[in-house]
């Protein structure tokens, strides 16, 4: 998954609120896919084919786009860009790899930490003010991360840490993303994630590639069309809607996800888990509030 955002041209918030609740329901069908995919093959390969499709795609849109392919290669900080394309393709994989270990549920639980960690991080990367009503959200979640991981309870797994891994890794990307969105256009950071991806995964796939059944190359057709499929209703649904609006309802992903987990693949639901992602959600829905609220009122803090 990436935050692709674009500028709203209009405030259709119903709209862009079932936009959003179409993209959690895709997006938990490919970390469903990714599950059962990168459970039989490596997942190098996985996400490399992935990304193949999604190169694709946002090089059509670039394309399609007004200035076509040259504007969408311009940049005038490439080194970030680039910078940023492998952090995505290493956070996909820390993910999916996530998925095969310690299964949809625990693993999504852990990684909508993200918020909070985006939030924490605005300080040093963007030097932005994070005041202490913020930084208070910022605690109660991740005691709700510590729930669900459980240290010291018993023999601690040490799989578990790998999610929060991955909500790190995608917390400096998406805060860099609103960096180079400074100088860039969301066409441009769009292009060189699904690009640099691409090649980046290619050369590190091509060394893992093993044969795949008739059955999941259909799999994994499904996979590459509901990337690209969550991306443009997510580009949708920034159109449409301000993302402070649409964006509580993206913790809906984790109800599905958690659907998919129990249904399809045998996985339980920890009491430690609805209790650590309860905190979670609700920290980051009230950072999310407090957010909207400082950017009402004119200042940041």
């Known amino acids: 998954m990436t935050m692709a955002t674009t500028r709203v041209q209009q405030n259709n918030i119903p709209a862009g609120i079932a936009l959003m609740l179409a993209s959690t329901i895709v997006f938990s069908l490919q970390d469903g896919i990714s599950r059962h995919l990168a459970s039989s093959y490596n997942t190098y390969m996985v996400v490399m084919i992935r990304y ?79 005041g202490w009503r913020r930084w208070s959200a910022i605690s109660i979640g991740l005691v709700g991360v510590l729930i669900i991981l459980q240290p010291g309870v018993g023999v601690f797994n ?4 790998v999610p929060l891994i991955s909500a790190f890794m995608f917390a400096l990307y998406a ?49 590459c069309v509901t990337g690209a499929l969550g991306h443009w209703l997510l580009i949708k649904c920034y159109e449409m809607a301000e993302a402070s609006a649409v964006q509580p309802f993206a913790y809906f992903h984790l109800m599905w996800t958690s659907i998919l987990g129990i249904t399809i693949f045998g996985e339980n639901l920890r009491t430690a888990v609805i209790v650590g992602a309860t905190l979670i959600v609700a920290a980051g829905l009230f950072t999310l509030w407090r957010e909207r609220a400082q950017r009402r009122a004119g200042k940041l803090g």
């Open 175 to 223: 805060l860099l993303t609103r960096y180079v969105a400074r100088q860039d256009s969301t066409a441009t950071s769009f292009f060189w994630t699904g690009t640099v991806g691409a090649v980046a995964m290619t050369a590190v796939g091509l060394w893992f590639w093993e044969p795949m059944t008739m059955a999941d190359w259909r799999w994994m057709a499904v996979l």
């Open 158 to 161: 040490p799989w578990a840490i």
């Open 52 to 130: 193949w499709f999604f190169a694709a795609f946002v090089i059509t849109l670039a394309a399609r786009s007004r200035g076509g392919l040259r504007a969408a290669v311009r940049t005038s900080q490439p080194g970030m860009q680039i910078f940023r394309g492998l952090l995505l393709a290493g956070e996909i994989c820390v993910a999916v790899f996530g998925f095969t270990v310690l299964g949809l549920i625990e693993s999504n639980a852990v990684f909508i930490c993200y918020p909070l960690l985006v939030a924490a991080l605005s300080g040093p990367v963007l030097g932005e003010k994070v």
